[in-house]
Nanobody, 120 residues
Framework: VQLQASGGGLVQAGGSLRLACVAS????????MGWYRHVPGKQRDMVAG???????HYADSVKGRFTLSRDGVENTLYLQMNSLKPEDSAVYYC???????????????WGQGTLVTVSS
């Protein structure tokens, strides 16, 4: 699985950005896709994720502001980010997980990061 992320940039507080992640390769094997973000000196945190059957989870910090969606035809995952805050500034990474039951395991794939900077 290969992931190509795009859409980061510089925006003022209150503004919006949309991130996109195009998946290629063995896309049918993906069980979960989502976005993580990383600020230097801190751990990489999950922002939002969607399961193969469409269940979406958001981190509490982005609920009501960010919207995750996907285009199955184009194998693209979108993260619409509205009402951005300076604390949303981070490198955002697209993630895809292959989950196996026997053995119980998860294999992660990562796209290249895309930088989001929100100025106050």
């Amino acid at each position: 699985v290969q992931l190509q992320a795009s859409g980061g940039g510089l925006v003022q507080a209150g503004g919006s950005l949309r991130l996109a992640c195009v998946a290629s390769g063995n896309v049918a094997s993906i069980n979960v896709m989502g976005w993580y973000r990383h600020v230097p000196g801190k751990q990489r945190d999950m922002v939002a994720g969607i399961t193969k059957n469409g269940v979406i989870h958001y981190a509490d910090s982005v609920k009501g502001r960010f919207t995750l969606s996907r285009d199955g035809v184009e194998n693209t995952l979108y993260l619409q980010m509205n009402s951005l805050k300076p604390e949303d500034s981070a490198v955002y990474y697209c993630n895809a997980k292959q989950i196996t039951i026997e053995p119980l395991d998860s294999l992660d794939y990562w796209g290249q990061g895309t930088l989001v900077t929100v100025s106050s």
